[in-house]
C-alpha cells in the first residue's frame, strides 16, 4: 500500500539530518552522545572529536568553536593535537575563550607559539594573509633582535622597501638590522634608499664572511665616501665601491649671452650640491638623489669673471687636485665661432683649450659647450677620456635652449632611462636633451665619447618604477 504522509514524517523524524551532519536526528535526540549532539545546528567538531575517542567533558569545552556549524581547517588541528595528548588544558581554555584565528595567529599556533607570544603578533594578521616575512618572524621570534621584533609586529603596513628589508633580514648581521631599525622604533621612520642599497650590497657576501666585518663597514652604504652607495658601484656604474672617485665642476657664463643662461647654470650647480631640490629642475618629480658634488669642488665663475684666466687657473688646481679615479664636469656658456669659445676676456682657440684640458689626469671628463657653431669644437676637444656635448652642429647658432640644463632635467627623467636599470647615463640624458632642443628650437647638439658617455653616471639619481 502507499505510504501516508504521517508515516513519512514520523520516518524522517526518526531518521532524517535535519542538520545534514551525519547523524540522526534520533541519534542527535535519543542516541549515546545526545548531550552533546545538536539537532538542528551542524555538530562538525563535535562528531569528529567523537571519532578521535576525545571525551566528552572536553568536547564540551569546544562547543563554542563550532556556532559557526563549521570546521575550520585549525580547528580540526586542535582536535588532533587534543587526541594526541598535546594540548594542555590552560592552553585549551584560552583558545575557546580569548584566540582569534586570522592567518598569522593560527600559524604561531601551529608553531607552537604561547599564548603571550600569539597575542604579541596578532595585530600582523588584520589583513588576513601571512606574508613570507611574518612567517619568518614567527619562527625566529626570539632569536631575531628584539628591537626589530618590536618595529616589524608595529609595522602594519609595510612600504615596499621595508618589505624588502624584512624578507631579507634572515641574511643580514645583526648590527646592520639593529642599525636599521634603532631610529625607527619611535619615529616611524622608512627604510631609507642609503639602507635599501646597503641591503643589496650586503646580499653579496656570504653571512660568515659578513660576520667577520665590523659593525662601521657594515653598516657603511658609501664605503669609499664619494657620494656613490656600494650597491650602485658594484651593480650599476661597475666602478670600485672601495676606490674613492672625487667629483669636480667648472661652471662658467659670460655675460654677453642673455642672463637666463647664467640662472640656469646656478640651478645645475645648487641641484648638483644639493642646495636645491630635484623640484628646481622638474617640479612633478619623485626621483632621488643619494649624494651631490661637494660643494668645496665646484667652482663657478659668471658674467665678468668667466675668463680664460680663470679657466686656466682652475684646470690647474684641478688637475693638481684629481686623480686618474675622478671626474670632472664642465659646463660652459659664452658665444661662439667656428673653431674658438668667447671667453669674457676674449675668444680662446678650441686646440688651446684641448691643451689645457689634458692636463687633468681624471679618467672621466665631461664637457657641456653652449655657444654658436660649438660643434665645430668637437674634432679639437674629443679624448680617450672625455665626453664632448655641445648644443649645436659646427654651422648653427645657438640662440635656443640650453644643453647642460636640459642634460640635468632629463637625467631626473624616467622616461630617459632607455636600459630600464632606474638610473641614467651621460648618453641617456644626452639623448632625452638633444631631443628637446632638436623639437623645440630645431637645433642639432652633437656628441663624442659615446662609449664612454653611456657607461658615465654624473650622479646616484634613483628613478622609482612607478615614474
Known amino acids: 500500500r502507499n505510504v501516508s504522509y504521517w508515516e513519512n514524517a514520523v520516518h524522517w523524524s526518526i531518521h532524517g539530518d535535519a542538520n545534514a551532519d551525519g547523524r540522526s536526528n534520533y541519534a542527535s535526540v535519543l542516541g549515546p552522545n545526545a548531550d552533546i549532539l545538536e539537532t538542528f545546528h551542524p555538530n562538525p567538531i563535535t562528531i569528529y572529536a567523537l571519532e578521535k575517542n576525545i571525551l566528552k567533558p572536553i568536547i564540551k569545552k569546544l562547543k563554542p568553536l563550532e556556532t559557526d556549524g563549521r570546521m575550520a581547517d585549525w580547528e580540526k588541528w586542535v582536535v588532533n593535537q587534543i587526541a594526541i595528548d598535546n594540548l594542555s588544558e590552560d592552553l585549551l581554555n584560552w583558545i575557546v575563550d580569548n584566540f582569534k584565528p586570522n592567518p598569522v595567529t593560527i600559524y604561531g599556533l601551529k608553531k607552537g607559539m604561547k599564548k603571550e607570544e600569539i597575542n604579541r603578533i596578532k595585530i600582523l594578521g588584520k589583513d588576513h594573509s601571512l606574508s613570507k616575512w611574518e612567517k619568518y618572524l614567527i619562527d625566529h621570534l626570539n632569536s631575531l633582535p628584539q628591537t626589530y621584533v618590536e618595529w616589524a609586529i608595529k609595522e602594519t603596513e609595510p612600504t615596499e622597501r621595508e618589505i624588502f628589508f624584512m624578507n631579507r633580514v634572515k641574511n643580514l648581521p645583526t648590527s646592520f638590522i639593529e642599525n636599521v631599525v634603532a631610529k625607527k622604533v619611535t619615529d616611524y621612520e ?91 629642475l622638474k617640479k612633478d618629480s619623485e626621483a632621488e638623489l643619494y649624494a651631490g658634488f661637494k660643494k668645496t669642488k665646484i667652482f663657478d665663475f659668471y658674467g665678468e669673471n668667466a675668463t680664460y684666466q680663470n679657466f686656466r687657473k682652475t684646470v690647474e688646481k684641478l688637475a693638481d687636485q684629481s686623480d686618474e679615479n675622478d671626474l670632472v664636469f664642465f659646463g660652459l656658456a659664452a658665444h661662439g665661432e667656428k673653431n674658438r669659445f668667447y671667453f669674457s676676456d676674449g675668444p680662446i682657440e678650441y686646440d688651446e683649450m684641448n691643451k689645457e684640458l689634458s692636463k687633468i689626469p681624471a679618467n672621466t671628463q665631461v664637457l657641456s659647450l653652449k655657444a654658436c657653431y660649438s660643434g665645430s669644437g668637437i674634432p679639437h676637444l674629443k679624448s680617450r677620456n672625455r665626453i664632448v656635448m655641445t648644443g649645436t652642429t659646427g654651422s648653427e647658432l645657438d640662440n635656443g635652449g640650453m644643453l647642460s640644463y636640459l642634460l640635468f632635467e632629463s637625467m631626473i627623467e624616467k622616461k630617459s632611462d632607455e636600459d630600464n636599470n632606474n638610473y641614467c647615463t651621460v648618453y641617456e640624458s644626452f639623448k632625452r636633451a638633444r631631443r628637446m632642443l632638436e623639437e623645440r628650437f630645431g637645433k642639432h647638439p652633437q656628441i663624442s665619447g659615446e662609449n664612454l658617455a653611456r657607461k658615465t653616471y654624473l650622479l646616484e639619481i634613483h628613478l622609482p618604477e612607478k615614474l
Open 190 to 280: 622608512t627604510v631609507s634608499y642609503e639602507e635599501w642599497m646597503q641591503i643589496q650590497f650586503l646580499r653579496e657576501f656570504e653571512k660568515e664572511n659578513l660576520d667577520k666585518k665590523n659593525r662601521s663597514w657594515i653598516n657603511d652604504g658609501d664605503l669609499d665616501n664619494d657620494g656613490f652607495t656600494n650597491e650602485f658601484e658594484r651593480k650599476i656604474s661597475f666602478t670600485n665601491p672601495h676606490v674613492h672617485n672625487d667629483r669636480f665642476a667648472l661652471l662658467m657664463s659670460t655675460g654677453y649671452i642673455p642672463p637666463i643662461f647664467e640662472t640656469k647654470l646656478r640651478k645645475i650647480e645648487n641641484f648638483i650640491s644639493l642646495e636645491a631640490s630635484l623640484t628646481d
